[in-house]
């Protein structure tokens, strides 16, 4: 493949940086040179500067304006968020959804992951096979072939639907209901508890024996040990989780993309902040609205990572004081 | 037998729970083997007969592609991605970890932070760069920014890691007058290996899965990777291709599959280590 060639060699030092010889001042056997770090860093600075901070400036420029991609960008001061804030109700159909969403599948999908490790820790033998096995629909979770399997199971006449059927629950199919078709998405999500399950178990793990010990010699039971030893030791976990899956899910679309054939439905109710972004930036070609809503997506992540270390200071407990 | 029940719940119900959660990937393969008018009428689960040609009708691919062509393609594109990210992510990451320069701080905390930015917000304007470049419905997109060192987790995984080694072994290779380059590559990155490892293998899962990226930025039949013949497949075809439909998804998710067999061992080890996502 050609692309590897256009790499820079190590070696070659195009980037010499600020060759300021300080080198003499440090103290140690040897001389600390500067350029070589930046021969390592090109690739990243590169990338950094070119494929993120560029576009982000880009972005929030184009987020002011009105483009189609074709045309020149024409300004249009504060009208895309204007338009996106008061005018359109799909917009606020999307943001509902989304939070519907997170709110409902983040921590569920935690409670499972955490039952889970919990369970796998309690088994001796077979642990690693059913970690494995556990973990395998979140290896696939994220590809198009199990939205396809996900919504022929919950389809009219699916799986789901005629099982729930015979005990009495008639739902029909979810992905045609406006009301349930968002929460076939939310379960495919919860489905894949893998990734959160396996770093529950390593933080279960790495709790002391002794703790356990400790408190059964001071009479707690099981309950009382896990409320008082388990979810202290592990908060760094669950709030590290936390923070990751929601940031995540702020995100998710090939479900909703998959679920529904791309168009949302029915009745944009699956219509998730992702895929409305796509829908008006690549389908409908208003990529500064769209860019517009990218914004409004990282402020939205920003706020509630900030609010969620807030928080954490409160309920997270760090065994050593310097956290990690 | 108080304590065999104690012995025993736990194993039925991880069972239970192992049979629900891989029912839908039963499922899948069960339906992939599936004669057309099982699909539609009836609800067993086994098919009544296996129906090999759902798979010979797969293999045909979309739009006169073989299958064997896009699997190429996306093996082309997956395989270009894991070299892009284990390169460029391992020198950026033994900058941070190993060397010492104005700016680290700042670059590192910058490098952390991308972690946290949602794609969408330099998605519209990389489009246009590429647009720009020329270089939309080809691979370019989807390769280059792996070999500009794009996927923050992994830079951070690596320098995680790198952090942990003992600085020993470097210390007497540049006694031994080792400069930064001859280090790296013939010291720390074989001590690596673990996080390169775990790099690797997710970003092969990653982009063999991915399916957002590829839509936008390829268009034509030939370039097309599985995932997205898989959805152009769905759009052409009725129910009545149900059978043909999950067999090329069968397809499609074989290499993963394999590769999670092969790998899984390191693959669960580097999540629980670094907290990666699946």
């Given amino acids: 493949m050609s692309t590897v060639s256009t790499e820079a060699p190590p070696g070659a030092d195009r980037t010499d940086g600020p060759r300021r010889s300080h080198a003499p001042k440090r103290r140690g056997p040897r001389r600390d040179k500067q350029w070589p770090a930046y021969v390592f860093l090109t690739p990243w600075m590169l990338g950094a500067a070119v494929l993120t901070l560029v576009p982000m400036a880009v972005s929030l420029y184009l987020s002011f304006t009105d483009y189609n991609l074709f045309e020149a960008p024409s300004w249009v001061g504060l009208r895309n968020y204007r338009e996106m804030l008061t005018e359109d109700p799909r917009y606020w159909r999307s943001v509902g959804t989304t939070l519907l969403y997170v709110v409902v599948a983040v921590p569920l999908k935690l409670v499972l992951a955490l039952g889970a490790a919990l369970l796998l820790k309690s088994l001796g033998r077979g642990r690693s096979f059913y970690r494995s096995a556990f973990y395998a629909p979140s290896l696939l979770g994220a590809s198009m072939t199990v939205a396809l399997v996900w919504r022929a199971l919950f389809n009219d006449g699916g799986t789901v639907p005629d099982v729930l059927g015979a005990i009495g629950i008639n739902t029909g199919g979810w992905v045609g209901n406006p009301d349930l078709a968002v929460f076939a998405v939310v379960l495919l999500t919860v489905w894949q508890f893998g990734a959160p399950m396996v770093i529950f178990l390593a933080g279960l793990q790495q709790i002391s024996p002794d703790l356990y010990e400790a408190a059964a010699l001071d009479g707690a039971g099981r309950w009382r040990q896990f409320v008082s030893v388990t979810v202290p030791m592990l908060s760094p976990v669950v709030f590290f989780n936390l923070v990751l899956e929601m940031i995540q899910s702020f995100q998710v679309f090939t479900p909703a993309f998959a679920i529904s054939g791309g168009s949302g439905g029915p009745a944009d109710s699956t219509m998730f902040y992702t895929l409305y972004l796509y829908e008006r930036g690549f389908t409908a070609s208003h990529m500064g609205y769209a860019a517009a809503m990218a914004w409004l997506l990282l402020i939205a992540i920003g706020v509630v990572t900030l609010f969620l270390f807030r928080t954490s200071r409160s309920w997270v407990f760090y065994a050593d004081e310097e956290g990690r | ?278």
């Avoid at chain 2, 086994?46 to 797969?58: G, K, Q, R």
């Fill in chain 2, 1 to 278: 037998m108080n304590l065999a029940v104690k012995r025993w719940a736990p194993h039925t119900l991880a069972l239970v729970g192992l049979l629900v959660l891989l029912y839908p990937l039963v499922w899948l393969l069960a339906t992939s083997l599936k004669p057309a008018d099982q699909v539609v009428t009836s609800l067993d689960l086994w098919p009544s007969h296996l129906e090999w040609s759902n798979y010979t009708t797969a293999l045909e691919g979309v739009s006169g592609v073989t299958v064997t062509r896009l699997l190429g393609n996306t093996l082309l594109i997956a395989g270009g991605a894991v070299l892009g990210n284990v390169l460029s992510c391992s020198l950026a990451a033994y900058a941070f970890a190993r060397l010492r320069f104005r700016m680290s701080r700042v670059m590192f905390a910058f490098m952390v932070a991308t972690l946290m930015l949602p794609h969408h917000v330099v998605l519209i304007p990389q489009y246009i760069i590429f647009n720009q470049l020329g270089l939309v419905d080809s691979y370019w997109p989807l390769i280059l920014p792996k070999f500009l060192a794009t996927e923050a987790f992994f830079v951070f995984l690596i320098v995680q890691f790198m952090r942990g080694l003992p600085r020993e072994l470097e210390e007497s290779a540049r006694i031994d007058g080792c400069g930064p380059f001859r280090t790296y590559w013939s010291i720390t990155l074989p001590l690596t290996r673990p996080a390169l490892i775990t790099t690797a293998i997710f970003t092969f899962i990653w982009t063999w899965n991915d399916f957002f990226t590829q839509m936008i930025y390829l268009f034509s039949p030939e370039s097309f990777t599985i995932t997205l013949a898989l959805r152009s497949f769905v759009d052409q075809s009725s129910t009545s291709a149900y059978g043909p439909m999950f067999a090329m998804s069968v397809i499609s998710v074989l290499p993963i599959v394999l590769f999670f067999f092969v790998f899984q061992r390191y693959l669960v080890q580097g999540m629980a280590t670094t907290g990666l996502k699946g």
